[in-house]
């Protein structure tokens, strides 16, 4: 049987990818700290190991005591724009935690390594994104993130080490964590509405970005280690229609039955604009049908309105308060 340690697994994509995995016949065994994922987002018949990839001697247990096929490596703390405040923080569990990984994975000899990268690696002024462009990161989540890229590049051909490198972007729908309150903006705004308070927006609501709905997301990244010639690819994977924040805030008001009550807030440093190609993903894995955005942020009302609002998450290890944005504060 095949095995498969996805780490983030009880997190929002992570959680999708383990169970499509499971779905494929994988044995899957996951990886959480739960502290931006929930148990309760678990697919069934997993081996759930509750830790951090930042422990070393629990990931060498994991290691050692299963024999691992594929690493799926979703595991990180993906808040672009708080990343400029919590830099140590950041680069702890964005960057030294995945090369814990790509270490014992060197060293056990598994067969791919698949990681979640993302959009951030572009930079601004990159549109629409292309997989050949020259990466520029302006935060050091994008930074973290290259930096993975990269050293996944070294072990190849140091090592011999395969990997599949995914750039999503915006990927909202169930399993989504809406108590977040400093990242997945869908999420954020539903929140509101069914806490009775103002959808929040930075800036004038202008800047866009192309929103993916997680069913057409998930399936690629977990049946991906089956398609040998994306070994050592990176591919961009999402949607491909961008829409502005203020379309999007309008969106939700009318699937929750209400009007759009929203207060902008001053703008926060951040590319204006987002959006990718996605033609060598289709040309390795095929043409997905693109769920529409009004498709899938009913989908994931459906889902919110059974499970109700979460209390919003306050991160308390600030680095840098200096220039930090409204409502972001303790």
């Not at 989540?141 to 915006?170: M, Q, S």
């Not at 309150?181 to 103002?198: H, L, T």
């Not at 089956?226 to 990176?234: G, L, M, Q, R, V």
Request: proline share 4%; with cysteine; aromatic share 12%.
């Amino acid at each position: 049987m095949i095995t498969s340690l996805v780490t983030g697994g009880a997190g929002f994509i992570g959680s999708h990818v383990a169970k499509y995995c499971k779905m494929s016949g994988h044995k899957v065994i996951i990886l959480d700290d739960l502290s931006g994922g929930f148990e309760d987002n678990l697919p069934g018949d997993v081996i759930f190991v509750k830790g951090s990839i930042n422990d070393v001697d629990l990931l060498k247990q994991i290691f050692t005591n299963h024999n691992i096929d594929y690493v799926y490596h979703l595991a990180a703390y993906a808040a672009e724009g708080l990343s400029h405040f919590i830099r140590r923080f950041n680069y702890d569990n964005n960057l030294l935690g995945s090369i814990n990984l790509i270490n014992l994975s060197v060293l056990h000899k598994i067969k791919c390594f698949v990681f979640t990268s993302s959009i951030a690696v572009y930079g601004s002024g990159q549109v629409p994104m292309k997989e050949e462009m020259i990466p520029d990161p302006e935060d050091p989540y994008g930074i973290a993130k290259y930096a993975v890229e990269l050293d996944l590049k070294a072990a190849n051909k140091t090592f011999g080490l395969n990997y599949i490198i995914f750039r999503p972007h915006n990927v909202y729908g169930e399993n989504q964590n809406i108590g977040d309150k400093y990242r997945n903006v869908i999420g954020i705004f539903m929140n509101q509405v069914m806490s009775g308070k103002k959808m929040t927006i930075f800036g004038d609501g202008e800047q866009t970005r192309a929103f993916s709905y997680i069913g057409d997301v998930a399936p690629f990244i977990a049946n991906s280690v089956n398609i040998e010639k994306a070994y050592n690819e990176i591919f961009n994977i999402g949607s491909n229609k961008p829409y502005s924040v203020n379309v999007l805030a309008n969106l939700v008001a009318k699937e929750f039955g209400t009007i759009p009550a929203i207060t902008y807030l001053e703008p926060r440093k951040e590319v204006i604009h987002a959006f990718s190609t996605h033609s060598k993903a289709e040309e390795y894995f095929g043409k997905v049908k693109e769920t529409t955005i009004e498709e899938g942020i009913k989908k994931m009302a459906e889902w919110v309105k059974s499970t109700g609002s979460r209390t919003p998450v306050v991160f308390k290890n600030i680095e840098i308060k200096e220039s930090l944005p409204a409502g972001w504060e303790l």
